[in-house]
């Protein structure tokens, strides 16, 4: 692991390393990671392995259990995918998008950190059992199938990955798992699916949950394997069946089978109480977030302002998915508030194509080219789902300030919370 900066006053700069240099060993053991330095570094008694000015270092050190080298190591490089599937979003991407979005992220560390679902083909036994012993726990699994041909077919992997072998061996050695599934119509539904269920229900409770979340297509799928969307009536058809599988697959303090939120928007449906999730936090996985939105909107309502000081007008831009919810039960809220006359424009999705209705899925050019032509009046509001993790750039590459500065308007993103807007107006 190469070192780039090394604090001040640390262990790191007692030792006399520098940036450049390299750590290799921990007690005799490679280190690959920050993961595996973490995991290592505790120990109170260590010999050091380290490339030091190119030369070979062996260091021995005794320290207290919670004292690090004080050193920053170069960003890990994120292992890939080794699939093609058929339904992959980054086939389906177009161009001009930021440069991490043409990358498929196969990486269990990824999946341990930041709860990114994986599907573990690339996995060997060795990562299995780092797994077990650092207890990299929980992990998010991608399933879509168990039938080994057909998986092989929508994976376009070309033998057996042992799937259900490495489920049982991580669950066996208590490392918790939750799992999804991509349904496609008439592909990997009906008894394909009902088998995948009994398949990872074997595995339950450690493989806590599986999540059905609907395909998601978009208009870029030249030369792709013809695939439909999930529309209204097969959302229905679906969510009709949830009883009868969770009666078939019962969970223990949570439900064993979850499904996305999006299946309740297209189907029309009203949304489970956040009760019906149990313990189970998905939220960033898109299962509940729209009842915790709702039910965060509620509570901060009670101390919304009953005035503002000057007459404020505000737009709300979202994704075509949730149009109806914002102006059910967002608008009418907000709109009692004096002074404040609140919009909402949905933003059609032209950069995927119009199939595509998330908001977090909107790009800085469709947002500008349509709300340029609109009345956005004094500033407007998103979901901070439009930007990265780092909340820096959309999709497209762009940042709020550029977005802001064409439309000649503050856009104001916040993590689901309209109290930050209001603190932002306030402070305007």
């Given amino acids: ?39 290592r570094i505790t120990d109170e008694i260590l010999t050091l392995d380290f490339e030091i000015n190119g030369h070979l270092e062996k260091i021995e050190v005794e320290k207290n259990y919670d004292v690090d080298l004080g050193v920053q190591f170069e960003e890990m490089k994120i292992r890939s995918c080794a699939n093609d599937c058929v339904f992959c979003f980054v086939d389906q991407n177009p161009k001009n998008m930021r440069q991490g979005m043409y990358f498929r992220d196969g990486d269990y560390r990824m999946s341990y950190l930041h709860g990114h679902y994986i599907t573990m083909t690339n996995m060997g036994k060795n990562d299995l059992d780092r797994i077990i012993e650092q207890r990299l726990t929980p992990l998010y699994i991608s399933v879509h199938v168990t039938e080994p041909i057909l998986r092989q077919e929508l994976f376009l992997y070309n033998r057996n990955d042992n799937l259900l072998e490495k489920l049982k061996y991580l669950t066996s050695n208590a490392i918790e798992l939750h799992t999804q599934i991509v349904l496609m119509p008439s592909i990997n539904d009906g008894d394909y699916l009902l088998k995948t269920l009994e398949d990872l229900f074997i595995f339950h409770p450690q493989l806590k949950t599986c999540t059905i979340v609907p395909v998601g297509l978009t208009e870029h799928r030249k030369g792709l394997m013809n695939l439909k969307n999930v529309d209204q009536s097969y959302a229905k058809l679906l969510l009709g069946q949830l009883t009868a599988m969770r009666l078939q697959f019962p969970g223990d303090k949570s439900p064993f089978i979850l499904f996305s939120d999006e299946w309740y928007i297209l189907a029309g449906k009203t949304f489970p109480p956040l009760s019906d999730y149990g313990d189970t936090d998905l939220i960033e996985n898109g299962v509940g977030q729209v009842q915790k939105f709702i039910s965060k909107f509620q509570k901060e309502s009670l101390h919304f302002p009953l005035k503002l000081q000057k007459i404020t007008n505000i737009t709300i831009a979202t994704g075509w998915l949730v149009k109806d919810l914002f102006q059910e039960k967002i608008l009418p809220i907000l709109n009692k508030i004096e002074n404040l006359c609140v919009n909402l424009i949905p933003i059609h999705n032209d950069f995927f194509g119009r199939s595509v209705t998330v908001t977090g899925l909107l790009t800085g050019e469709d947002i500008i080219s349509q709300l340029s032509v609109q009345s956005t009046g004094d500033a407007i509001w998103m979901s901070h789902r439009i930007l990265n993790d780092e909340g820096t750039r959309t999709l497209d590459d762009m940042t709020l300030d550029e977005i802001s500065q064409k439309l000649g308007c503050p856009v104001i993103v916040s993590e689901d919370s309209f109290i930050d807007l209001f603190q932002e107006l306030s402070n305007a």
Avoid at 1 to 29: F, H, Q, T, Y
Wanted: aromatic share 6%; no cysteine; net charge neutral.
């Fill in 1 to 39: 692991m190469k070192i780039i900066r090394v604090n001040a006053d640390s262990l790191g700069e007692e030792i006399g390393l520098n940036p450049g240099d390299r750590l290799l060993k921990i007690n005799g053991k490679r280190v690959q990671d920050e993961i595996d330095y973490k995991f």
